[in-house]
């Protein structure tokens, strides 16, 4: 059906609705009511919201863009998941964003704004924001279609919904999810099963729970919807792998995509989210830094409760299906109730995710309209008003009290149970395969709290190493020792800045508009990195000349050789300088075809260095004369020589975890440090060889890690 046709189509109902029932005069201030709020909401986000967003960048595009650019330009972008190789890239490019991230999203996401990669940053997000408004009216037409509700009701639950304003604002990518999802359930009506579930597979491909509808095809016994989102997903992952690679996918896949399920791609804590596992991580998860106050600190019981309660909320949606049939109102409640259920369940239920209710919202209103039930009409619309207002809040809300600080979760739930109840009242005598289903969904919760409880195996160990922390700091990385003093870079909200931490306090370089992305030092002199449209290497010693197009710097035990990062398109060449001779040329160490991640000086004044070629890391050793022979040991990061020559600690990659091993550099035997289900990485010696200083995210968001110092000689 053409665009002509579903306009034809939605102006014939509404024609057909205004001579049927003619209002009373009740009936007539309601419907003049509704324009007028309407309206009034409508005008607000023509000239508050959208002039806002024209005039900004803001947070989420400058994330979608900059991936987008990077492909655009053929640069490598595999490391496109590390928080700190991309904000150097955003700097390099001049992007007005504090900080940029690509986690949680997906790579195949960044794929929307492509065609505007070649454009200006804010002139990009021009075209976007145009873009996304001819969407929002097509998902306006699709709606009237669908639902045959009268066009102030659809104007109306658009124009209520906050989390659209801010879709606008920050220039996301929910506006597209909505109107694909409505597509594919305009499609389903209309019996073009495999359409509906390909384009399902495609809304897959921006946010992972679209993915759901493929159970629900198969629970209604409609192959062609299956095949169709079985098609539409891999499509996704075809198109993403082609455009990226493999490696960011085995990166999404193994490392992202298992902790987003766990509610630990961002911060775990953070109840301004909303979602069910921020609370029960507050409730029942101590962490040092982000959660010194549980109600009960009792891990176990989150990883009990985050499945059953997850499966208790999407359960009923998809038990309460009909296998079999497909009369549009059974349809429409039936995605109503499940989409209102997997947002409820998501883990990351930010309040922009929540623009994808008003298709659900308009569907139950529909029918609640046809049933004339006009208390839970206003049920309905306070519940969903109140999901657009109400948020979390983190202040002041410690212990038991953090069950009060989410009212915007318990709109969500009621309006799941309002959504399920309406789709129980369809009374059906039979439900062919409910016990089958039953018996499925409740495999699948025991298998999922047995893989929770094995995450947790070890996870807290390395509290008892965690240094002090400030509050700000919302990541510490990349640790080095100075004499007394553990110096780190440390991601705070303004930006990245050097930290230094002592016996006393921890320090901060000044607020600037550059960030310092990493840090090297001797006893004597210290090495930034602060970064501009190129990054320089900068000395705190004064005179000493600064290294242009230079990053990630590591000096010698001795201080007379600086080893460095020189990148090309996304990929890096190791290069040294030498301190004591200024007048010698610096010079790359490593051929092209090796993109050199990290590295390390021995006591001896060679390099130990991880890289890649097409494959995963591996650790290189290179002497003084350029000689460069392989350690053997694959899928290896982070590789830090001991100062008295005998040690190699590096962190090495098994299971979707970075975890610390030892290496003998005397008789090569290696040794494992920490074996858990979270990152252990950045490994540094103290000046006695017997202690390492490290970065952990056990406990904590995907890589936000945290500093520890752990003694592993005696």
Known sequence: MSLSEIVHDSMSSGLATSTTNRPSGFGRMLRVAVWIVAMLLSAQICLRTIPAAWRTLNTDFPNYYLTARLLHERFDASRIYEWIWLQRQKDHREIDQRIVGMVPITPFSTLAVYPLA?????????????????????????????????????????????????????????????????????????????????????????????????????????????????????????????????????????????????????????????????????????????????????????????????????????????????????????????????????????????????????????????????????????????????????????????????????????????????????????????????????????????????????????????????????????????????????????????????????????????????????????????????????SSNQGRTVIQRAESPIVSLNGRRLAFLREECGRARLWVRSLDQPTEMDRPITPPELNVLEMTFTSDGDLIFAATSGTKPSLFFVDQRGNIRSLGVDAARYPSASPDGNWLAYSALSGGAWNLWLRSLVTGQTERLTNVSCNNIDPAWTADSQTLIYASDCGRALWFTAICKRRIFR
């Open 118 to 538: 070649s454009l200006p940053p804010l002139v990009a997000k021009h075209y976007w924001l145009v873009f996304n408004i001819g969407l929002l009216f097509g998902t306006l037409l699709l709606l009237r279609s669908l639902t045959g509700l009268r066009w102030r009701w659809v104007a109306l639950i658009t124009s209520l919904s906050v989390p659209l304003r801010v879709n606008f604002l920050y220039g996301q990518y929910y506006v597209l999810l909505l109107f694909l999802l409505t597509l594919s359930c305009w499609l389903y009506v209309r019996r073009r099963g495999f359409s509906a579930g390909f384009v399902v597979g495609l809304a897959a491909g921006l946010k992972v729970f679209p993915i759901l509808f493929v159970p629900y095809f198969l629970r209604k016994r409609e192959p062609r919807a299956f095949a169709g989102g079985v098609a539409g997903s891999l499509s996704t992952v075809a198109i993403s792998v082609i455009a990226f690679g493999w490696d960011v996918h085995r990166t999404y896949f193994s490392q992202i995509l298992p902790s987003v399920f766990r509610g630990e791609g961002l911060d775990p804590y953070n109840l301004r989210a909303a979602s069910l596992s921020s609370l029960l991580h507050r409730l029942f998860i101590y962490e040092p830094q982000l959660n010194q106050h549980p109600g009960l600190n009792a891990p176990w019981l989150f990883a009990v409760l985050h499945p059953l309660l997850q499966m208790t909320i999407i359960a009923p949606a998809l038990l309460l299906c009909v296998p079999g049939e497909r009369s549009a109102r059974q349809v429409r409640l039936e995605w109503a109730a499940l989409l209102t259920a997997s947002t409820a369940m998501s883990t990351s239920a930010s309040s922009y995710l929540l623009t994808i209710l008003i298709l659900p919202v308009c569907l139950l209103l529909e029918e609640l309209e046809q049933l004339n039930r006009y208390i839970s009409i206003i049920i309905l619309l306070a519940l969903y008003i109140s999901t657009s207002l109400l948020e979390g809040s983190n202040e002041g809300h410690q212990v038991w009290v953090s069950l009060f600080a989410v009212p915007r979760l318990y709109a969500l739930l009621l309006l799941c149970v309002l959504g399920t109840s309406l789709l129980n009242s369809q009374r059906e005598r039979s439900r062919p395969g409910r016990n089958t289903w039953a018996w499925a969904m409740g495999a699948l919760v025991v298998l999922s709290m047995a893989s929770s409880l094995h995450h947790l195996q070890g996870l807290y160990a390395d509290y008892q190493w965690r240094l002090p922390a400030a509050q700000n700091v919302y990541m510490a990385v990349d640790p080095i020792v100075q004499n007394d003093a553990i110096l780190f870079v440390a991601m705070m909200p303004d930006g990245y800045h050097t930290a230094i931490q002592d016996s006393q306090a921890i320090r901060f370089s000044p607020s600037s508009r550059a960030d310092r992305l990493s840090v090297t030092a001797d006893t004597g002199d210290r090495w930034e990195e602060q970064t501009g449209t190129v990054s320089t290497l900068i």
